[in-house]
């Protein structure tokens, strides 16, 4: 990975662009603080006596309070892009990278500009605004005595500056001026500009989804071009000052968790599918300079503060961030870190975060009576206490403990019904790993995977019940996550090793299998067994299909057959919902592609994320957001096709059918769960 190496070979890339930038007459300057950072523009601006600046979007600008900074020392600063124009009239911080003021209609900025600029003028479009705002900036442009960019890229070995826009501004903002000052983060050092192709397309592709922005700047400052803003001297030459900001960025770099934070490119492509940054935005979900998932590492590295990036507790860990993330940075593990030192910092979890993280041991004391437990826990002062001890929202249904578990109903379900089939005629040797959640609260799941297997000749046996670091993970207790993950690695392991394949039915289990394991463990051969032999069920059939070891013709369609009869009148039309998670680890779309072989209509869920997310959504402080999420779960699912009281709901994640179940009357069915009503 370019980056990966570049932040690898970082002091020797300054070292090299240093000497090339002030080989051809340009200034540099490293700026260990922020405060070094803004004394060194402001002193270029006093040495030029200058009352005016330009600038571009550059959000290390915002970091280390440029603006703020130049204006009291007398100096002018004007945003000239158009979204940092309208913020900076507004006086408001940015809430997102790539789209500054989304956070502001176009009625709202039709109201800003009349009032701030006691304009008549019609400001009813996005046309009329941007004209109005291109004729104010336009003088600013012309008489302008500094401009100061970003830089989405440098290149150490040429000494060439990268900057992509929309707009055009920073063309102006970098040739009109004599003097042009470029900050940036000294992350954004790459060895050779020959690598910049890559990057200019994944900018705009992951950003908004465009092939190219409108310009694409590829400078080599000092420039060689007229000077046009003389405002009446005749005396000055062109000037580059490159400011390589610091700021904590190498004690990110000595962080073997920040470290990867350094990789970012700045597309936003985290934000634009994080389901809480879209219901809350960038305010909320944000320092004052940097937002999202990816925002709490930076905002802790370059403050040095770790209560500064409390906001990533809105981090549910769905990992929708990571496929769409083009340098792949794992961004849920990074803000589980974070969680891990808030935590320590305050002198260890809350009871709130050993409620959910000791769910095992909780589950295991309420299975042995599980019906006073349920009882208790449906009574209303019992929610009461709940909540006021452990923050638990009382309006959220405490999940109900079975009267027997996983474990037990398989026991008695193999002493009634034993294993028919010869061990030579067993398609496959497989185990059914059986989860906590699982095991004590939804077992009907977990014996509706055991009778399909058997109908397809794999008896499954049944794994001992461990905590999988899920729950523990979830909560920033990653010491524990890691005791837990290598305990059970060992035992999956041993099992898989013996030629088991291992069936895994809830979603977030497979994934910590498949992906969270990868750094849990620390053991890159032991995980790559585990990540190549689990399988969601729905999934492990597709595979025997693909791979014409099972015959849909001679099990299943007689059966779907019958059921999809307008005498028995059950909907052939289903809406699906898949698991945040799948999608990351690759089998989102298992359960769509089987009930499709099958002759189901298959809807499938366009709103990826249904706002459960395990514990996040039973948290009194999040169960607001988590039901405004799901709520364009529900509504789509009303509007979809032919929906009515009796229209059959698939969704993998146990979270996902609670949200869901919580709002609607529909059956709703474990993909699994519902092939065996078929088979039955």
């Known amino acids: 990975m370019i980056k990966e190496q570049a932040i690898h070979d970082l002091p020797a890339l300054i070292e090299n662009l240093t000497e090339v930038i002030r080989g051809r007459g340009g200034k540099v300057f490293l700026a260990k603080t922020k405060t070094d950072a803004v004394n060194y523009v402001a002193e270029v601006c006093k040495a030029h006596n200058a009352k005016l600046a330009v600038k571009a979007k550059s959000i290390t600008s915002e ?244 209560e500064e990036g409390r906001f990533a507790e809105l981090c549910t860990g769905c990992s929708r961030c990571v496929p769409n993330c083009p340098v792949r940075i794992d961004i849920p593990r990074m803000n589980a870190v974070i969680k891990s030192r808030l935590m320590k910092a305050e002198g260890g979890p809350s009871i709130q975060k050993r409620l959910f993280a000791d769910f095992s041991r909780l589950s295991r004391l309420a299975s042995v009576v599980p019906e006073l437990s349920n009882w208790i826990n449906s009574l209303p002062i019992g929610k009461m206490l709940l909540e006021k001890a452990a923050g638990v929202d009382r309006r959220r249904a405490i999940p109900r403990f079975a009267k027997k578990t996983l474990v037990k109903q398989f026991q008695e379900y193999r002493n009634a019904s034993p294993v028919a089939v010869g061990k030579n005629d067993i398609l496959q040797r497989a185990v059914l790993f059986a989860d906590v959640y699982t095991n004590y609260n939804s077992p009907h799941v977990g014996m509706a995977t055991i009778k399909v297997f058997d109908r397809f000749g794999i008896p499954l046996a049944l794994s001992e019940v461990f905590p999988e670091g899920r729950a523990s993970q979830s909560q920033g207790l990653l010491e524990r996550a890691e005791r837990e993950a290598q305990t059970l690695a060992i035992y999956l392991e041993e099992l898989i090793d013996e030629g088991n394949e291992i069936i895994v039915v809830e979603p977030s289990v497979l994934s910590l299998f498949r992906y969270d394991y990868g750094k849990l463990i620390k053991n890159d051969k032991q995980f790559e067994k585990l990540a190549t032999h689990t399988y969601d069920p729905i999934e492990f059939l597709n595979k025997l299909m693909d791979g014409d070891r099972v015959d849909l013709s001679e099990s299943i369609l007689p059966a779907a057959g019958r059921l999809l009869r307008p005498l028995d009148r059950p909907p052939a039309h289903l809406f699906y919902h898949a698991h945040c998670q799948m999608k990351t680890i690759g089998a989102g779309n298992a359960a769509t592609d089987f009930f499709r072989r099958l002759g189901f209509e298959v809807e499938v869920s366009s709103v990826e994320c249904c706002g459960m997310a395990g514990s996040f959504g039973y948290k009194k402080e999040y169960y607001d957001l988590s039901k405004n999420i799901g709520n364009d779960l529900i509504i789509q699912i009303k509007a979809s096709e032919s929906f009515n009281d009796e229209k059959v709901i698939l969704a993998s994640g146990t979270s996902c059918r609670e949200q869901i179940s919580a709002e609607l009357s529909n059956p709703i069915y474990h993909p699994i769960e519902y092939l065996e009503r078929i088979l039955s």
């Open 63 to 306: 970091e280390i309070g440029l603006n703020h900074a130049l204006k009291s020392s007398g100096v002018e600063v004007a945003e000239t892009d158009l979204a940092e124009f309208i913020l900076q009239v507004s006086k408001e911080q940015p809430s997102h990278i790539v789209a500054p003021a989304i956070h502001r209609s176009r009625e709202r900025i039709s109201n800003l500009f009349k009032e701030r600029f006691q304009t008549d003028k019609l400001l009813d479009t996005g046309e009329q605004l941007t004209e109005f705002a291109r004729d104010v900036l336009r003088e600013k442009f012309l008489s302008a005595d500094v401009g100061i960019s970003g830089a989405n890229l440098i290149a150490a070995e040429e000494g060439t500056i990268l900057l992509v826009e929309s707009e055009g501004n920073i063309r102006l903002v970098t040739q009109l001026p004599a003097i042009h000052v470029a900050i940036s983060g000294i992350e954004k050092i790459i060895p050779s500009k020959k690598d910049f192709g890559i990057f200019i397309e994944l900018l705009a592709a992951s950003g908004t989804g465009q092939s190219l922005t409108s310009y694409t700047n590829i400078l080599e400052p000092p420039l060689d071009l007229p000077i046009l803003n003389l405002n009446g001297r005749n005396d000055i030459e062109r000037e580059f000052h490159l400011v390589l900001v610091d700021n904590g960025r190498m004690q990110m770099r000595a962080d073997k968790v920040l470290r990867e934070a350094l990789y970012c490119i700045r597309c936003s492509a985290c934000m634009n599918v994080c389901a809480n940054f879209q219901a809350v935005g960038g305010h909320a979900f944000g320092g004052e300079c940097y937002t999202g998932g990816i925002g709490g590492a930076w905002t802790i590295g370059t403050t040095g503060k770790t």
